[in-house]
């Protein structure tokens, strides 16, 4: 999953996505994240954040979940839900 996502973020956004493969290194670590935390993360304004958050989330690699406006949450749900599958396994 970790390379196909990688490859398409470097296929889909221009100059090879930028600052998103660092991104989606992040989200193995921490899968629910902010804009405000990526942006403090990455060194990014915040709008650079917001605008690569929303790039992620049109490429369905992240997932917003807090259906507000402000003071979102993104959460890397393919990831995640390698976790609830093994859950069932009995």
Request: aromatic share 6%; charged share 30%; with cysteine.
């Amino acid at each position: 999953m970790r390379e196909v996502h990688r490859q398409i973020i470097t296929k889909k956004l221009r100059g090879g996505g930028g600052k998103a493969p660092l991104v989606l290194e992040s989200l193995y670590g921490s899968p629910l994240v902010t804009v405000k935390e990526l942006s403090k993360e990455l060194g990014l304004s915040y709008s650079n954040a917001n605008a690569l958050v929303d790039r992620l989330c049109d490429l369905e690699i992240l997932k917003e979940i807090t259906g507000q406006r402000r003071n979102r949450i993104f959460t890397y749900e393919s990831y995640l839900s390698l976790f609830k599958e093994q859950e069932n396994v009995p």
